[in-house]
């Protein structure tokens, strides 16, 4: 076959990487199934596909058990690092910092958003999923809601940068078109992409088609933030709205709060360049990766990644030894990301083995129960050992982190988790403010009420709440 419809740079590429099974199906697709494909396989750097085929042979079981005892052996002279605690010592210094960047507009966030929500059941990105058990507002609703309150109370806009993938980008756009940017101004929200990856088969490294006119492709995890935003330009963009700073958080968790005072004022009094929100870990098994200090650098370690023994050793008053785990609530100085990103490999590639979907030679799909290919991501958080200074902000998970991330009937973070959350959460801030809520009576909170200054402006104190109702749905 000789694919005339393709430059001859590309065919040259695909040939030399020996790569000719892509076009198998060429001359049976129609003129817009070659021009998908003939463009993804434009977009695929070539170069790397060397990288990723070492990379998918360093991932079998002999390398990856030399490469957790290289972890051990690091983690061996490590331990936790010291944690601020939220309302604990400094706390008011550290709000007020927080509260004067804030004022003076120092700071902007990014939302990354690049995950799809099938597997909880909904078609779309999941930031659609809807979560109020009463208002039945989505993911994005509460997060950018929570933003335009942020906005309101400082008076300024808030530079929001949306990341998304291939699976999300065209429904996150056009969610934000027909919802008004969550009520955010449009001038101030930046969306942009992150790259794919593709898989490669786990025999010899090579890469796949999952249709005929497709390649098997994934985003390149949270850590492809930081190429995305700067070739999106999004770094000058934050620095034109005055922003000298930036935090990060997930789509999946409508607890999450990046941009609370406290935490950001922490962030400014040590001058930290890569801060980050943790939780106390109770038991070895929470699944939440670790961050961990050996003295020279501070870095985080995936659950997975973490030894058993080490992960159940315990220290001084029954504590892990290894406790702050790590909920991707970051902040970042502008001025380190910019280093961060013209530093080379400054976000390596991590492998999971998964279970890849394929088109055998005739054309069949196959759905493999076991995996079969290996997938490529990148993550954020290997920022951290390049960073000057870290700091640890410890939250109570009952106040900033309730993730969606399972299906019904899962033992951890399913829907029916997160609304239980969110409605705690509610209930304890109306306490706090004087407002009765019965046992039985639903009731959530608009997400622009930030604390019992937002409540008293439309409930006064002593009320009494006897009917689900949506308190602030109106602002």
């Known amino acids: 076959m000789t694919h005339p419809s393709l430059p001859i740079a590309l065919r040259e590429s695909i040939a030399r990487a020996d790569h ?6 060429w001359d049976t697709l129609e003129a817009s199934a070659r021009d998908r494909l003939a463009g993804q396989l434009a977009a695929i750097d070539w170069d790397m596909l060397g990288e990723l085929r070492r990379l998918s042979r360093s991932s079998g079981p002999e390398i990856v058990a030399g490469a957790a ?3 051990a052996a690091d983690l061996a002279r490590a331990t936790t690092p010291p944690c601020h605690r939220l309302g604990g010592d400094n706390a008011n210094r550290a709000a007020t910092a927080g509260r004067a960047g804030l004022e003076a507009g120092h700071f902007g966030a990014v939302l990354v958003a690049g995950g799809q929500g099938s597997r909880l059941g909904c078609n779309g990105p999941k930031g659609v999923v809807s979560v109020g058990s009463l208002s039945g507002a989505t993911l994005f609703d509460l997060l950018l809601g929570r933003l335009r309150g942020i906005a309101r109370r ?5 530079p929001l940068a949306i990341m998304t993938s291939s699976a999300t980008d065209a429904d996150t756009r056009a969610w934000l078109a027909d919802h008004n940017h969550g009520g955010l101004d449009p001038d101030h929200v930046l969306v942009f992409r992150q790259r794919d990856l593709p ?3 786990d025999v010899d490294g090579n890469l796949l088609l999952d249709a005929p006119d497709h390649i098997a492709m994934a985003p390149d995890g949270h850590g492809g933030m930081l190429p995305a935003l700067v070739a999106a330009g999004g770094l000058e963009w934050f620095a034109d709205r005055g922003c000298r700073h930036v935090t990060t ?3 999946d968790n409508p607890l999450s709060m990046p941009l609370h005072p406290e935490f950001l004022g922490h962030h400014l009094l040590r001058d930290a360049e890569f801060s980050t929100q943790v939780v106390h870990k109770r038991e070895p098994g929470e699944r939440v990766g670790v961050v961990a200090s050996d003295g020279q650098r501070t870095f985080v370690v995936e659950y997975s990644d973490l030894p058993a023994a080490l992960a159940a050793e315990r220290g001084p008053g029954d504590r892990l030894r290894f406790h702050a785990g790590s909920i991707a609530v970051h902040a970042f100085a502008l001025d380190f990301l910019r280093r961060a990103a013209a530093a080379p490999d400054p976000l390596p590639l991590h492998v999971a083995h998964k279970a890849v979907p394929f088109l055998d030679a005739s054309g069949a799909r196959v759905n493999p129960r076991t995996p079969n290919a290996v997938k490529f991501e990148r993550f954020i958080f290997d920022l951290m050992p390049l960073a000057r200074c870290v700091c640890l902000v410890e939250i109570d998970p009952a106040e ?8 019904p009937g899962a033992a951890a973070d399913t829907l ?6 969110l409605d705690a959460h509610a209930r304890r801030l109306l306490h706090r403010a004087g407002v009765v ?3 039985g009576v639903g009731v959530e909170l608009a997400p622009w009420i930030l604390d019992e200054a937002d409540l008293a402006a439309v409930l006064p104190p002593d009320s009494r709440i006897e009917h689900p109702t949506v308190v602030g749905g109106g602002g």
């Open 199 to 201: 898989a490669v088969d």
């Open 416 to 421: 029916a988790h997160v609304q239980a959350a």
């Open 20 to 25: 000719d099974h892509l076009l198998r199906f």
């Open 154 to 158: 400082y008076g300024r806009p808030l």
């Open 400 to 407: 900033g982190f309730a993730p969606l991330k399972n299906p």
């Open 69 to 71: 005892a290289g972890l």
């Open 437 to 439: 809520v019965p046992a």
């Open 249 to 251: 958080f997930q789509v």
